[in-house]
C-alpha cells in the first residue's frame, strides 16, 4: 500500500492544531547538573539564528509498544516523531516521552509493502508488521479527530517498520549503555501488558478498545512472509560486549513472559 501524502498531510494539519495530547514525563533522570545560564543563552540564540530542515520535518506523532525481539515479556511505551521522506518511506525518531526533557531512545523506519516485498529475505527478518498495531487500537495519533486518525491508520496498516533502540530507558538506564536492540512490534490480542496499555490510555484520555471498534472497517492486508520471524523462532540481536543487556533479564525476573508465536493472528 503506498504511503498517500495528500492525505497524511491533512492529518498532520490536524496535528498541529490540536497539540500533542497528556504528558508523558521521561523514564529516567540523565546524571549531569542543571543547565547554566550561559548554556540557556548558547541555546536561545541558537534556537533563533539556526534552520534545522530535518528537525522541522518531524511533523507527525504517533505512540505505540515496542518489545525487544527474543524477549517478548520486555515492553515499552514508544513516543515516534515522524517525517514522510516520499511516497514509499517514513522515519522516527522515538522518545521515551513527549516533554522536552524526554530521551532519545531510537529510530525506526516505515516502509510501504512494496518496497517490503523488494528486500532480500534476510533483510526482512528485522522488520515487523503494523496490522495489529493499527487494528488493536494501540498505535494512536495522540490529538487528532478520530476521521483523520483513521484516514491515516489506513495508509499505515500495509506498512512495515524496522525499529532499533539505543537508549534503554525502560530498564532505568540513565545513560545509553551497551549496543543497539532490535525492537518489535505486537501481532495478536493478549500480547501486549494490559496494566501498560490502560496507563498510556488513562494518561491520553483515550480507550484503546474503542479505536479498536472505530477501525474494525480497515481492511487488513495479507502479511508478506518474512516479516514478524519472531514468531517461528527467528530471533536477531547485536551481541553486547558490555554485558549490559543483563540488566533486561535483571529488570524482568519473576515477571510472566507475554505471549508470543501461540497467539498470533492468522491475519498478521
Not at 547554566?36 to 536561545?44: D, G, N, P
Not at 527478518?125 to 494512536?140: A, C, D, F, P
Not at 515477571?255 to 491475519?267: E, F, H, L, Q, V
Request: hydrophobic content about 40%; aromatic content about 6%; overall charge negative.
Amino acid at each position: 500500500m503506498r504511503i498517500s501524502k495528500p492525505v497524511i498531510a491533512a492529518c498532520l494539519a490536524a496535528v498541529a492544531l490540536a497539540g500533542c495530547g497528556k504528558q508523558t514525563q521521561s523514564n529516567v533522570q540523565a546524571p549531569g547538573a542543571p543547565e547554566s545560564a550561559q548554556t540557556k543563552v548558547l541555546e536561545a540564540g541558537a534556537a533563533a539564528l539556526q534552520n534545522k530542515p530535518p528537525i522541522e520535518a518531524l511533523n507527525a506523532y504517533l505512540d505505540g509498544f515496542h518489545f525487544y525481539n527474543g524477549k517478548p515479556q520486555i515492553q515499552m511505551e514508544a513516543h515516534h516523531y515522524c517525517a514522510i521522506l516520499n511516497e514509499e518511506v517514513i522515519q522516527c525518531v522515538i522518545y521515551d516521552g513527549n516533554l522536552r526533557n524526554a530521551k532519545l531512545m531510537g529510530v525506526e523506519y516505515i516502509v510501504s509493502e512494496t518496497l517490503f516485498k523488494s528486500l532480500p529475505e534476510a533483510e526482512k527478518v528485522l522488520w515487523h508488521s503494523h496490522v495489529h498495531e493499527v487494528k488493536s487500537g494501540q498505535l494512536i495519533a495522540p490529538g487528532i479527530p478520530q476521521v483523520a486518525e483513521n484516514a491515516l491508520m489506513k495508509k499505515l496498516i500495509g506498512t512495515y517498520g524496522k525499529t532499533w533502540h539505543t537508549w534503554h530507558t525502560d530498564v532505568d538506564q540513565q545513560l545509553p549503555m551497551g549496543v543497539p536492540q532490535l525492537m518489535m512490534g505486537f501481532t495478536a490480542d493478549g500480547q501486549a501488558d494490559p496494566a501498560m496499555v490502560a496507563a498510556r490510555d488513562q494518561r491520553f484520555g483515550i480507550d484503546s478498545a474503542e479505536k479498536k471498534q472505530a477501525r474494525a472497517a480497515i481492511p487488513s492486508p495479507d502479511m508478506v512472509p518474512g516479516a514478524n520471524s519472531w514468531q517461528d523462532g527467528k530471533t536477531f540481536q547485536i551481541a553486547d560486549p558490555t554485558g549490559t543487556q543483563h540488566a533486561h533479564e535483571a529488570a524482568t525476573a519473576g515477571k510472566p513472559a507475554a505471549p508470543a508465536a501461540n497467539a498470533r493472528s492468522n491475519t498478521q
